[in-house]
């Protein structure tokens, strides 16, 4: 069953500003993590958040996780042209250890 | 750095026809998975395996879905009788160690086309 959703949808930026993506899931995680997809390629993993942490950072990256809230956020900050892409959140399927993906949001970052 | 590379990149064939998509995984890595993904849609899971069998699969991976690792480097997703609906982009994913825990690589896709 579905477990992770993103939010917003889609998301259009200046470069140079901040984005911020946002996860919602339903069942109890050990982890969560956070991927990039460029038009028409695979999934890159961007960052693996554990559910006893409660942020975590990588290069420009920040991702939060409130267990309480079942909610992550990702944020990118001092956004560039080259962060245009979908951005999905992974959880562990309910019952089972398998990825789950959300929809994605959708990042347009204009020079 | 090591990838996921998967074969065709594109794949075009008409409704009942068969169809098998070709994956190499990363050398040492122990699990193996598809995914696929419909134009504007979520990516689905459909299958995971390990130590030469399915240990997971989804509602998608029905009896027209069959996987098998022939060699020690391809890693293969078969539909037996393509459908309209079968149209989506492949991914094939694997993984180093314990599933939860690790980090996916995936290929580039394979993008299939059912007429």
């Known amino acids: 069953s579905q477990q992770g959703e993103e939010d917003p949808q889609a998301l259009s930026i200046q470069e140079g500003e901040n984005a911020t993506m946002n996860c919602s899931y339903k069942t109890s995680i050990n982890n969560l993590q956070w991927y990039r997809q460029n038009s028409g390629r695979g999934l890159v993993h961007l960052i693996l958040i554990r559910s006893n942490e409660r942020e975590k950072h990588s290069g420009r990256l920040r991702v939060t996780l409130d267990t309480s809230k079942k909610s992550s956020s990702l944020l990118i900050t001092a956004s560039r042209a080259a962060d245009t892409a979908s951005y999905f959140c992974?959880?562990?399927?309910?019952?089972?250890?398998?990825?789950?993906f959300g929809k994605g949001t959708m990042l347009l970052v204009s020079p | 750095e090591p990838e996921v590379t998967q074969t065709p990149s594109h794949q075009v064939t008409q409704m009942g026809q068969e169809v098998i998509l070709r994956c190499v995984p990363i050398?040492?890595?122990?699990?193996f998975y598809w995914y696929r993904q419909i134009l504007g849609q979520k990516v689905e899971f459909l299958v995971s395996f390990y130590n030469n069998e399915i240990s997971e699969k989804s509602e998608i991976f029905d009896d027209q879905f069959s996987v098998e690792r022939p060699d020690g480097s391809n890693f293969t997703l078969k539909i037996r009788s393509t459908k309209l609906e079968d149209s989506a982009m492949y991914f094939c994913a694997s993984s180093a160690e314990d599933r939860v825990w690790e980090k996916l690589f995936f290929g580039s896709g394979t993008q299939l086309s059912v007429l």
């Open positions: 050398s040492n890595h122990l699990y």
């Open positions: 992974a959880t562990p399927r309910s019952g089972y250890s398998t990825l789950t």
